[in-house]
C-alpha cells in the first residue's frame, strides 16, 4: 500500500455507524515524520470542519492495528507504533455524523520529538484540505465501479495495484474495470504468481472484475518499406487472445478498441469479420464483447446502425453496446496551457447527444464507462448533465454497471479524490430518479 503525500488522506473519510446510529466521523492522517515512532509519543490532534467541527487535540480518538485509544490511554501504552507506511486512523465523536459532500477538513497534530529540546516542543503539523464524504445512498438502480484508467499517471507512479483497489473499494464502489495492456504485469502472459495476487486482492477489497479493456491494433503495419493492413483474421487473432486473457482474470466484459478510418471513429472494415470470428469463443468464456460509443461519435450515427445490425442478424447475446458519457458532454473542457479551439478537437467542446437518444438503444447497452473531467467543490460536474443522463439510462431499462472513467487534469492524486466526488454525485442523483 502506498499513501497519499498529504498528511491528510482521502481514504478513510467516513460517517461512523454503530448500531442503527452515526456516533461520530472518521478520517486517516500520514505520519510527517522522516520515522515511524511510539504512539506514547503523539500529544493529540485538533480537528476542524467548516463550521461544524471545531474540538481540541484531546477530543479525537486514535486506532492503530484493531485498537481504538483515547489520547490518555496513548500516553500510558506500551509498544504500540506508528509506522510510515501505515495511516492512523482519527475518530471524532460527532452525534449524527457530517453531511455528505465536500468537506472542509483542517487539523493541527502534535507530536514530541524526544532529541529536540523541549522548549520548542510539541512539534506541530497543520494542514488543509478538500474531502469528499462517503457516499451513504445506495444509487438506485445502477451497479458501481471504477476504471483504473482514471488513474493514468498515477498507476506505477504514486498508486501501484492494491492502492488503486483500494481506493475504488473506499467509494462503495464494487466493481473494478482494467486495460490489460495498461495493468496486467507482463501481458499478455502474466505469471501464476500474479494472478493468484490479483483474486487475492480482489477478495481482500469485495470487488469484482467488470470489463477489460483490449485493442485491435489495425494500424500495426502500416509504416515502411513493408507496410500491409491487418487482415480480419489477425485481428481477430488479437481479439480471441484478450478474451481468454480476460475470461482467465474473472471479467465479463471486453471492450475492443478497433482503429478506425475516419474523424467520426467508423471502425476499420475488418471489425465485423474480426467479431464474427470471435462470437463462438466469447460464447464459450461468456465473455460479452462490446465496442464503445465515444464522442465524437454519437447515438444516432451509422456506426451503432452496423453494430446493431450485427445483433439483430446474428442473434448473438455476446456482443452490445458499451456507452462512454463523454458524448453526452454539453459545455466545453478548458484549454490547456498552449492549446486553442483552433488547434485541438472540436469535440472537446462537447457533442451534448441528447440522453433521451439512449431510449431507441436501451435493450443493446450491456454497459457504461462514466466519462467526466471535473466536478466541483459543490459537487457540479463542469461537462457532464447527470440527471438527464442516469434518468436517460433508467428510462431505457438499463440497470448494469457505472464505471466511473475519469478524464481530467492528472496533477497526482487528483483523480482519487474526483472518483469520491463523481460516486457521490451519482449516486445522490440516481437515488432520487
Known amino acids: 500500500m502506498l499513501l497519499e503525500?498529504?498528511?491528510?488522506?482521502?481514504?478513510?473519510?467516513?460517517?461512523?455507524?454503530?448500531?442503527?446510529?452515526?456516533?461520530?466521523?472518521?478520517?486517516?492522517?500520514?505520519?510527517?515524520?522522516?520515522?515511524?515512532?511510539?504512539?506514547?509519543?503523539?500529544?493529540?490532534?485538533?480537528?476542524?470542519?467548516?463550521?461544524?467541527?471545531?474540538?481540541?487535540?484531546?477530543?479525537?480518538?486514535?486506532?492503530?492495528?484493531?485498537?481504538?485509544?483515547?489520547?490518555?490511554?496513548?500516553?500510558?501504552?506500551?509498544?504500540?507504533r506508528w509506522q510510515l507506511e501505515e495511516p492512523a486512523v482519527v475518530t471524532v465523536p460527532l452525534p449524527g455524523g457530517l453531511p455528505e459532500g465536500v468537506h472542509e477538513v483542517s487539523v493541527e497534530l502534535r507530536l514530541r520529538m524526544s532529541y529536540i529540546p523541549v522548549e520548542h516542543q510539541p512539534s506541530v503539523y497543520r494542514a488543509t484540505r478538500h474531502i469528499t464524504l462517503t457516499s451513504n445512498e445506495d444509487g438506485g438502480p445502477f451497479r458501481y465501479g471504477v476504471s483504473l484508467y482514471s488513474f493514468m499517471h498515477d498507476f506505477g507512479t504514486v498508486l501501484d495495484l492494491e492502492t488503486a483497489l483500494a481506493h475504488v473499494a473506499d467509494v462503495g464502489a464494487t466493481g473494478v474495470e482494467i486495460l490489460g495492456e495498461g495493468h496486467v504485469a507482463g501481458y499478455p502472459e502474466p505469471t501464476t504468481e500474479w494472478i493468484d495476487r490479483w483474486f487475492a486482492l480482489l477478495e481482500k477489497y469485495s470487488l469484482q472484475p467488470t470489463?477489460?479493456?483490449?485493442?485491435?491494433?489495425?494500424?500495426?503495419h502500416s509504416s515502411g518499406p513493408r507496410a500491409r493492413s491487418l487482415t480480419a483474421s489477425e485481428g481477430a487473432a488479437m481479439l480471441q487472445r484478450d478474451l481468454r486473457l480476460a475470461a482467465r482474470l474473472g471479467f465479463g466484459f471486453v471492450r475492443p478498441k478497433i482503429g478506425v478510418v475516419s474523424g467520426d471513429l467508423v471502425p476499420d472494415p475488418i471489425w465485423t469479420e474480426s467479431i464474427e470470428r470471435s462470437l463462438d469463443l466469447a460464447h464459450e468464456l461468456d465473455v460479452v464483447i462490446c465496442p464503445e460509443i465515444h464522442s465524437p461519435t454519437p447515438i444516432k450515427h451509422p456506426v451503432v446502425d452496423d453494430y446493431v445490425s450485427l445483433i439483430q442478424r446474428t442473434g448473438t447475446r455476446h456482443f452490445g453496446l458499451l456507452i462512454d458519457t463523454g458524448i453526452f458532454q454539453d459545455r466545453p473542457i478548458p484549454l490547456r496551457p498552449g492549446e486553442s479551439r483552433a488547434t485541438r478537437p472540436a469535440?472537446?467542446?462537447?457533442?451534448?447527444?441528447?440522453?433521451?437518444?439512449?431510449?431507441?438503444?436501451?435493450?443493446?447497452?450491456?454497459?457504461?464507462?462514466?466519462?467526466?473531467?471535473?466536478?466541483?467543490?459543490?459537487?457540479?460536474?463542469?461537462?457532464?448533465?447527470?440527471?438527464?443522463?442516469?434518468?436517460?439510462?433508467?428510462?431505457?431499462?438499463?440497470?448494469?454497471?457505472?464505471?466511473?472513467?475519469?478524464?481530467?487534469?492528472?496533477?497526482?492524486?487528483?483523480?482519487?479524490?474526483?472518483?469520491?466526488?463523481?460516486?457521490?454525485?451519482?449516486?445522490?442523483?440516481?437515488?432520487?430518479?
Open 5 to 80: 503525500r498529504d498528511l491528510l488522506q482521502s481514504a478513510g473519510f467516513r460517517n461512523i455507524v454503530e448500531g442503527d446510529r452515526i456516533t461520530g466521523f472518521q478520517f486517516h492522517v500520514r505520519m510527517p515524520s522522516y520515522r515511524g515512532m511510539a504512539a506514547s509519543l503523539v500529544d493529540g490532534i485538533a480537528v476542524r470542519v467548516g463550521d461544524i467541527v471545531d474540538v481540541g487535540p484531546e477530543v479525537p480518538r486514535w486506532t492503530f492495528g484493531n485498537r481504538t485509544y483515547s489520547l490518555a490511554e496513548l500516553w500510558e501504552s506500551d509498544g504500540v
Open 211 to 220: 470489463n477489460y479493456g483490449s485493442w485491435i491494433d489495425t494500424r500495426l
Open 347 to 433: 469535440f472537446l467542446d462537447g457533442i451534448g447527444v441528447d440522453p433521451g437518444d439512449l431510449a431507441d438503444i436501451g435493450e443493446y447497452i450491456v454497459f457504461v464507462q462514466a466519462k467526466f473531467h471535473d466536478i466541483d467543490d459543490e459537487l457540479q460536474d463542469q461537462q457532464i448533465p447527470w440527471e438527464p443522463v442516469l434518468r436517460g439510462l433508467k428510462d431505457a431499462g438499463y440497470t448494469g454497471w457505472l464505471s466511473s472513467e475519469y478524464e481530467g487534469d492528472r496533477a497526482p492524486w487528483r483523480s482519487v479524490e474526483q472518483i469520491r466526488r463523481q460516486h457521490s454525485l451519482m449516486r445522490r442523483v440516481a437515488s432520487r430518479l
